[in-house]
């Protein structure tokens, strides 16, 4: 039974809406349990965990319910001034989102950037 490999990248807030929906049409499609996909966040995207974005971050907590995993740029959180301790327990840093994304492709995944 097929298995779907996709890495989906952001590096602009204004996306999250567009990520976040492209993602749930891509489960929506699937089976639920034929999926590994990741979602990698540099840039100004990283912004998402500033006040004010309540909505985009209860879609990332629905995201990861349904098994997407997310992972963001350690770089771009610091360069945001945005603190790794102050991140949900549900996502994930790494130390350069670019590499993430390189290593992922390297393990098959397909590259989607909305």
């Known amino acids: 039974m ?3 490999h996709v890495v989906f990248h952001i590096d602009q807030m204004d ?7 492209n993602i749930r049409n891509f489960l929506a499609d699937i089976r639920a349990d034929a999926h590994d996909i ?5 840039a100004g995207a990283v912004m998402v965990w500033q006040d004010g974005q309540e909505k985009m971050q ?14 963001f740029c350690r770089n771009a959180l610091k360069g945001n001034n945005i ?11 790494v130390s350069a989102g670019i590499t ?7 393990q098959g995944y397909a590259y989607i950037k909305p």
């Open 2 to 4: 097929r298995k779907w």
């Open 15 to 21: 996306k999250w809406a567009l990520v976040l929906g």
């Open 38 to 42: 990741a979602v990698v966040s540099n």
């Open 58 to 71: 209860q879609s990332i907590r629905d995201a990861v319910q349904k098994g997407v995993v997310f992972y």
């Open 83 to 93: 603190a790794e301790e102050d991140l949900p327990d549900y996502v994930h840093t």
């Open 100 to 106: 993430k994304i390189v290593d992922l492709q390297e």
